[in-house]
Nanobody
């Protein structure tokens, strides 16, 4: 049974920082690509960042480059997203996604992912 649990969301002022974590079980984590997506009210789910199973390749949406950092710990089945210099437009529900063999040019396609967490709310006040 697959389970993915996000944590670390909350309310923060503009310019602040948060670290999101996603702990997974029920699949072979160290063979699986992981990613973070977000969805704001009335908008489609969008890719935020992606990391391959080894951690060698990482991708970021243009809107978060230089501010967010994705990492993973395969010994703890955890993927994290360090978010700095947060802006009100970063407000959304953040989801972690998992899938096998996702190429870096496909990483923003939600259909490539097999499993999703339940989401954690991030709210950035101005």
């Amino acid at each position: 049974q697959v389970e993915m649990v996000e944590s670390g969301g909350g309310l923060v002022q503009s310019g602040g920082s948060l670290t999101l974590s996603c702990t997974a079980s029920g699949f072979t984590f160290d063979e699986t690509t992981m990613a973070w997506f977000r969805q704001a009210p009335g908008k489609e789910r969008e890719g935020v960042s992606y990391i391959t199973w080894s951690g060698r390749i990482r991708e970021y949406a243009d809107s978060v480059k230089g501010r967010f950092t994705i990492s993973r710990d395969n010994t703890k089945n955890t993927v994290s997203l360090q978010m700095d210099s947060l802006k009100p437009e970063d407000t959304a529900v953040y989801y972690c996604g998992a899938g096998r063999g996702i190429y870096h040019y496909d990483w923003k396609d939600t259909h490539e992912y097999d499993f999703w967490g339940q989401g954690t709310q991030v709210t950035v006040s101005s």
